[in-house]
């Protein structure tokens, strides 16, 4: 979350609590909603570490807030996260960890490994779906995130199924 | 014979005959789907689906085992026996399409309500209604082969369900779509499913899968999975369907 708050902050300064919004508001409910207790750990880290910096901002009849904003050591990491190519997915996948290594051992059989794990991908597939039909078609980023999360799901199906057919001899 | 199934097969197997050497593409299924039930099969390329729902549309004959269509016995029936059961009681979504070219897309949908007895009008409105539902109310008039291959797909479905057949096969009915045109396709599934539309589907798009009350696995012509798939969220406070895009990060 490190370099999301960064980039919010780039835009302009904002307290914890602002940030906690803006994020909700970009991504609605395809992506889960950040806790503000997570938000201010992490700004404390990223001032510790220099890149934002925070002012105290009095407020008539309640305590001080603190407003962050981005320091120049700040927007160098930023503009390098944003230059950097992004690793993708990851391929070592922990369901294919247990296919090859519980035989082994005696302690499944594959077949009901694939099974069981296929079930449990269309059930987050129908999740999707519905969380599809509850997001506002307008919230774009949030439907391509949903999309992008369906495509995913699918290309792990399809690998599964691929791992079944090599089952059979 | 369990009177609530609408489809029942009873080790159905199939073999093709191909230059003297048989090629084994269904090996003894027993599937039963009852009555309102949306099943998906699902399984590899050449795992024998097709062949299994050609059989249980009767577009395809048996080598041995059962068919039963909504409590008749059926593969014992003659082709035009065949053809009868299959007008009044089956929809038929081909892998392939097979419109009629010379027909127009509105035509093609009516065709199927006029012959299962519906009057003109009535033929009228249900293929306002499907065309409508599927986005294709503007492409009624044209031929089939002025439609992209998405377009078709959606014209078969439509088509399908013109006769508000007892049973709806289908072969891949994404298959050819993009995720829009996709997502017309399955709500159109999942509303006539609502409304107790009995569904065979045939899919590799877990959506559609997804979807289903129930998925059967087909691998080299048998049965290795039959069941619910399994639901996550559906119990959770709403913000639970977040997770799932986190693990999918
Ligand atoms: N008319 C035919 N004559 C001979 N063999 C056939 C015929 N139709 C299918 N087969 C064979 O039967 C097996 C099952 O084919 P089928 O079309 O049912 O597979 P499928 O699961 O639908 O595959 P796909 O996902 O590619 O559509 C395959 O080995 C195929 O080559
Ligand atoms: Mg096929």
Redesign the interface.
Known sequence: MRLHLLALLAKEPAHGYELKQALELTFG?????PNIGQIYVTLGRLEKDGLIRAVDVEQSNRPNKKVYYLTAAGREALDAWVDEPTEG?RVRDEFFMKLILAPLTGIADR?TLI?RQ???????????????E?TDPANRPAML??????L???AD??WL??C??DL?P | MQSGAVVRTVNLVKIYQTGGLPVPAVRGVDLEVADGEFVAIMGPSGSGKSTLIHMIGGLDTRTSGEIWLDGQRADTLSESGWAVLRREKVGFVFQFFNLVATMTVADNVELPALLGGASARQARERREYLLGELGLTERAEAAPAQLSGGEQQRVALARALANQPRLLLADEPTGNLDSRNGRDVLRLLRDIHEKGQTIIVVTHDAKVAGMADRVVMLLDGQIVDDGRSVRRTSSKRPGGAGDVIELRG
């Open positions: 409910s395809a992506y889960p909603s997915p077949m099974n296929r079930r449990h991908y269309l059930g987050l597939m129908r999740d999707l779906t519905d969380l599809t509850a995130l949903i999309e992008g999360a369906m995913h799901l699918q199906l399809d199924e691929r079944q057919e059979t």
